[in-house]
């Protein structure tokens, strides 16, 4: 059939606005549909005010700790309002690089509204009809909410509506101990705030490695934030005027009083649209996330799906990454198509140590029954962190027994994000410890810690014979 557009994207967040974007590049017929903001979560909620926010957090824990630096006399005022307005000063600016008028000058035909999907190749918006030979549906996803009882007391907040505060809270209690709850406990606890974690796991960040965890843990610990691990919420009370968090724990039921609670227990993709999926040829999974194939075809034939509405990924680059396999695969399949490669996708928590991660984490390894061995050097040695008093956290390397082939890498410690690049590349080109080792570091640098973790591997798996060998000959030659 004859179509107006080569690709209809449904979604302008990260994978939405990657997908039109190379569609345009290529010189297809595209149209990118949203129905709310262009640049989605990542930029209206998630990755670009947090990081506003927890950079606000740590200027104020550095000045409050002024004399680790040297200074005789410090002090700061917290007006969340005016911290609140530098965030969204910050989404401003960075607001442009995902702008309609962006995507239209690169040859995206962009609509603000509300898509329905028809069928196959129809999609209808703001009453008009549109057709189409593929479409790519970068639906995103929202915050879960529990269904707790008691739920309309608490005036509760979520990532997207957390910015809307204006009043720092004496008292927050925050549900959820993975990346975001971290990144907003620690936030919080350092402008101000009470910080109180609830997290039904033993501990928080249950998909890290138990001893990258702890020191996450002990650092919160010391800033004063409470964990309170092994404590499953049930249900929102008033007691005395103050609203208070019930939850169920080992020793009975423990009462936690707040003034701001902030769900962050995860994310459920925005699947809930009354399109007739099965008429689609789309199946859903039990948690709402579109099934898609190694090509990311959800349908089996011209519909794609990518990003946070898809497993098993919830990252913006990962997010970039399909998009760009939906893009191509749509436009040229069946001459070229190429398979989702997901073996090397980094993801980094951005609390203060920040933990950064490529590949395989130990418990990811046992998991999968992948022989491994562990290489780690202490960031507490390296002169680049003394000089900046941030001299703790841990480069951990995990190699294939006896080879310095890289199955994965975590670093816990400061600038980890910025670090973990240096693994990233050595994973996805190739080359090992040994290359990282003979590359040259500038000094000093926080990213030395990586070649000094590569020594450490190297030491240990010195050739002993060879060594002695070597010893009797320097012997001889004195």
């Not at 034939?301 to 760009?324: K, R």
Request: net charge positive; proline share 4%.
């Amino acid at each position: 059939m004859a179509a107006e557009y080569n690709l209809v994207v449904i979604g302008g967040g990260s994978a939405g606005l990657v997908s039109a974007y190379i569609a345009a590049a290529v010189k297809a017929k595209v149209v990118l549909i949203e129905k709310h903001k262009m640049g989605g979560d990542c930029l209206n909620y998630g990755c670009v005010p947090s990081k506003a926010l927890i950079k606000t957090a740590k200027v104020v824990a550095q000045v409050r700790n002024h004399a680790k630096y040297g200074i005789k006399s410090a002090s700061c005022e917290i007006d969340l309002a005016q911290v609140m307005a530098r965030v969204r000063k910050v989404v401003a600016e960075v607001e442009p690089h995902d702008s309609v008028e962006r995507y239209t000058g690169l040859g995206v035909e962009c609509v603000i509204g509300e898509a329905e999907v028809v069928d196959a190749n129809t999609v209808k918006v703001n009453g008009r009809t549109m057709t189409a030979k593929n479409l790519v549906l970068a639906l995103g996803a929202s915050p879960i909410v529990p269904p707790l009882k008691g739920l309309e007391l608490s005036g509760y907040r979520t990532s997207e509506t957390l910015w809307d505060m204006k009043v720092l809270p004496k008292r927050l209690v925050v549900l959820g101990g993975g990346p975001i709850g971290c990144e907003i406990a620690q936030a919080f606890q350092r402008l101000g705030s009470a910080v109180t974690q609830v997290e039904m796991g033993p501990r928080i960040l249950p998909r890290e490695d138990e001893d990258v965890a702890k020191i996450i843990a002990e650092r919160f610990a010391a800033e004063g934030v409470r964990m309170l691990c092994g404590a499953k919420a049930t249900e929102i009370v008033v007691e005395g005027g103050e609203k208070v968090l019930l939850c169920e724990t080992a020793k009975g039921i423990e009462r936690v009083p707040f003034d701001e609670l902030l769900f962050a227990v995860g994310r459920r993709a925005n699947t809930k649209q009354s399109w007739d999926w099965k008429k689609l040829g789309i199946e859903l999974d039990p948690s709402g996330t579109i099934k898609v194939d190694a090509y990311l075809r959800a349908n089996g034939a011209n519909i794609y799906a990518c990003g946070d509405a898809i497993a098993p990924y919830q990252f913006t680059h990962t997010a970039s990454h399909q998009a760009w396999y939906c893009a191509v695969n749509a436009l040229f399949s069946p001459l070229k198509k190429f398979k989702a490669d997901y073996r090397v996708i980094p993801w980094v928590t951005f609390t203060d140590p920040e933990v950064a991660n490529v590949g395989h984490t130990e418990l990811s390894a046992k998991k999968a029954g992948i022989p491994y061995e562990v290489t780690t050097y202490g960031v507490d040695d390296l002169d680049r962190a003394i000089a900046e008093s941030e001299a703790h956290g841990q480069v951990k390397v995990l190699t294939v027994p006896g080879k310095d082939t890289i199955l994965g890498a975590n670093i816990v410690g400061y600038n980890a994000g910025e670090m973990i690049g240096e693994y990233v590349s050595a994973m996805k080109h190739g080359f090992g410890l040994n290359a990282i080792l003979g590359t040259i570091h500038s000094y000093p640098t926080m990213i030395e810690a990586n070649k000094y973790a590569a020594g450490n591997w190297k030491k240990a798996h010195a050739p002993q014979g060879l060594l002695q060998f070597v010893q009797k000959y320097h012997a001889f030659r004195r």
